[in-house]
């Protein structure tokens, strides 16, 4: 089996991480830790950059570092641990999330649940709810 959780290094996302890496712990799965890098592009003297750049890229790198972190701490606490894979992905978080679980052939999805209000939801969406919406395969989202 294989377990896919994505982070953004929120304490929601933290949340998952750590639900997951139960999860695979019980279920003897490979849990695989994911963030998305989204930046956006900018046409600077006629070629589009990357704001953030390299910093955008550390950052999530620190990110599913924290979330390895996390998974130890919960590995420690229980004994034994999944084998745990990390991967940065790009593109908007929900589409990357869910094209890469089928990519990778995941079993399931953890995320972690963004506190939008309702109004906020209605127009924007969260990622949460859209990886709900988009993923063939189970997905739970921690509170």
Not at 68 to 88: C, K, Y
């Amino acid at each position: 089996m294989r377990f896919l959780v994505a982070t953004d290094g929120s304490a929601e996302a933290d949340a998952a991480v750590r639900y997951a890496a139960k999860h695979a712990i019980a279920l003897d799965a490979t849990l695989e830790i994911v963030h998305v890098l989204t930046p956006e592009t900018e046409l600077v003297g006629g070629e589009i950059v990357l704001p953030g750049g390299d910093k955008a890229v550390k950052m999530g790198e620190e990110a599913l570092r924290e979330a390895q972190e996390l998974t130890a701490d919960v590995a420690e606490a229980t004994g034994g641990g999944p084998p745990v894979e990390t991967r940065l992905l790009t593109g908007a978080p929900a589409d990357a999330v869910v094209e890469y679980a089928d990519e990778a052939d995941a079993d399931a999805i953890y995320v972690g649940h963004r506190g939008l209000s309702e109004e906020r939801e209605l127009v924007v969406g969260s990622v949460a709810k859209s990886v709900v919406d988009k993923a063939s395969v189970p997905v739970t989202v921690i509170r």
